[in-house]
Nanobody, 118 residues
Framework: QLVESGGGLVQPGGSLRLSCAVS????????ISWFRQAPGKGREGVAC????????YYADSVKGRFTISRDNAKRTVYLQMNNLKPEDTAVYYC?????????????WGQGTQVTVSS
């Protein structure tokens, strides 16, 4: 099970930290990704942290502003989002897969809403 939290309303230029609490499987063996979906748009991969080599990947639209990290002991993955823009408004989902980063992970959370607006 994956449960996201930390979403909310923030002004442009602000920051939020999303959390993804994991249960039912050993986090350190799984690659964790963050995706988002804005109203009327398709799902977009935002960030990914591979389990086997600790590499990370980011969408061009968030590079330099978002950081994915994982705390295996706390069974939690984070997405630190800085300098937020209105176009970052979306429902954010964390997802887990036993393989590497891909666009169809096996397990998904329920999502958390992020709204960037003044």
């Amino acid at each position: 099970q994956l449960v996201e939290s930390g979403g909310g309303l923030v002004q442009p230029g602000g920051s939020l930290r999303l959390s993804c609490a994991v249960s039912g499987f050993t986090l350190e063996y799984y690659t964790i990704s963050w995706f988002r979906q804005a109203p009327g748009k398709g799902r977009e991969g935002v960030a990914c942290a591979n389990s086997f080599d600790s590499s990370t990947y980011y969408a061009d639209s968030v590079k330099g502003r978002f950081t994915i990290s994982r705390d295996n002991a706390k069974r939690t993955v984070y997405l630190q989002m800085n300098n937020l823009k209105p176009e970052d408004t979306a429902v954010y989902y964390c997802a887990a897969d036993i393989t590497g980063c891909n666009d169809r992970p096996d397990y998904w959370g329920q999502g958390t809403q992020v709204t960037v607006s003044s």
